[in-house]
């Protein structure tokens, strides 16, 4: 049963921005915690972004400022707008649901987890 479908990557120059959408059903939608990890080419995953409901919002230190989470409840989808994106943001997105755990960067606080969604940024 598909819990977390991510869609909106693709390849973009320096300073250009996307938005990325992460559609939740069955268990996964309704979660009071979802949040977008990402992982870069040869490291590991890491937490970029979190809201609680809708909203309260979290973020790692490299998206302050840059990035923008946040969920339609009635649609069931969370979404990422991320602006001014450099050659660093490149990395395969995550969508995650249902944090079990304290810290919301965690990779294992999450208990559900889509299949992620490719973002190129191009200098």
């Known amino acids: 049963q598909v819990q977390l479908v991510e869609s909106g990557g693709g390849s973009v120059q320096a300073g250009g921005s996307l938005r990325l959408s992460c559609a939740a059903s069955g268990y996964a939608a309704g979660s009071a915690w979802m949040a977008w990890f990402r992982q870069p080419p040869g490291k590991e995953r890491e937490g970029v972004a979190a809201?609680?409901?809708?909203?309260?919002?979290y973020y790692a230190d490299s998206a302050k400022g840059r990035f923008t989470i946040s969920r339609d409840s009635a649609k069931d989808t969370l979404y990422l707008q991320m602006n001014s994106l450099t050659p660093e943001d490149t990395a395969t997105y995550y969508c995650?649901?249902?944090?079990?755990?304290?810290?919301?960067?965690?990779?294992?606080?999450?208990?559900?987890w889509g299949q992620g969604t490719q973002v190129t940024v191009s200098s």
């Open positions: 995650a649901a249902d944090k079990r755990s304290i810290d919301w960067y965690q990779e294992s606080a999450y208990r559900f």
């Open positions: 809201i609680y409901l809708d909203t309260r919002t």
